[in-house]
């Protein structure tokens, strides 16, 4: 029996992986899964960059805004319904289309997650306390020294993230990043990743407009009405980490705005480093042409014969 497909589109933040992910699912008539971990809350639309009312009724779209910030998620529970829904599109379409540029998220799907060792209640108790002494830059510090791969990729403002990768370096004495970088388990589907690229000066203008209009859209607006939950882990990230410090006092609104689009260019560069590793990514050009976009589309067909 033939092998079914997923398409992964990937890309760093701010790229167009949303309008490609659209266009192949109308072209192979099928549904989109994303593995943006920050589209999963709906509370968080303007922020993540959501896709649109008009852009989720061009195709199905699966996990964007199915949880709220107040959910506790994980990335074993999403690898596990993202593969159950996998299974149910299968039934129904040969291809299916993966976009999202949550890297850990995206290897979740496509490889599997690794058989790691559970917390452990004292490294996390001596790791909450550093943080509380030393703040979230102090855990920085730490994986930098014990693992400075992976911590060139981590979303290093996700304190659960540090946790959880000093504590397994300390329990197996290895680091994080070894663990993380062979497949653990087979998928029964065929993986295609399809990737989108810029001059990095071109990307960060990119970026730097998207936040501007992100603000015109009423960015503030929703980060105020999520101030009573700024402590949860889904808000702590950027765009939202930002502007409550000007909600605070603590910044003033021009630099709060400058803040973000210096750590979204921050979490770009890390995207970069992370796919760059990869060999299996076929590169479109942004502003690619149609004759590209054609010869995109005979290349998938050719790669399902093989």
């Not at 072209?27 to 509370?43: G, L």
């Not at 690619?288 to 005979?298: A, G, N, R, T, V």
Request: aromatic share 10%; proline share 2%.
């Amino acid at each position: 029996m033939k092998k079914k497909n997923l398409i992964s589109v990937v890309g760093p933040t701010g790229i167009g992986k949303t309008r490609l992910a659209i266009d192949l699912a109308k072209h192979f008539n099928t549904e989109i899964i994303s593995c943006d971990s920050r589209q999963f809350f709906k509370e968080m639309k303007i922020g993540t960059a959501a896709p649109s009312e008009e852009e989720l009724a061009a195709a199905p779209h699966h996990f964007i805004g199915n949880l709220s910030v107040e959910d506790y998620y994980s990335i074993g529970q999403y690898e596990e319904d993202a593969l159950q829904k996998l299974n149910e599109l299968f039934i129904e379409h040969d291809t299916v289309i993966l976009v999202g540029g949550s890297m850990m998220y995206e290897k979740a799907v496509i490889e599997g997650l690794h058989d790691l060792p559970e917390a452990n209640p004292e490294n996390q108790e001596k790791l909450q306390g550093i943080m509380e002494q030393g703040g979230i830059g102090k855990l920085q510090e730490i994986l930098q020294e014990l693992d400075p791969e992976y911590f060139s990729v981590v979303d290093i403002h996700n304190h659960r993230r540090l946790l959880r990768a000093i504590d397994i370096i300390w329990q197996t004495d290895k680091k994080y990043s070894e663990h993380i970088s062979v497949s653990q388990h087979g998928r029964d589907f065929k993986v295609i990743r399809i990737g989108i690229e810029a001059p990095r000066e071109e990307l960060y203008d990119r970026i730097n407009r998207r936040v501007n209009i992100m603000v015109e859209n009423g960015l503030l607006d929703e980060v105020k009405d999520l101030e009573k939950f700024k402590d949860l882990t889904a808000l702590n990230t950027v765009g939202y980490a930002e502007l409550f410090k000007y909600f605070d006092g603590e910044w003033d609104l021009d630099f709060a705005v400058s803040e973000i689009k210096k750590n979204s260019r921050r979490y770009a560069k890390r995207q970069l480093t992370w796919y760059r590793k990869a060999d299996d990514i076929h590169y479109l050009q942004l502003g690619y042409s149609e004759k590209e976009y054609e010869d995109l589309l005979k290349w998938i067909a050719e790669e399902f014969e093989k």
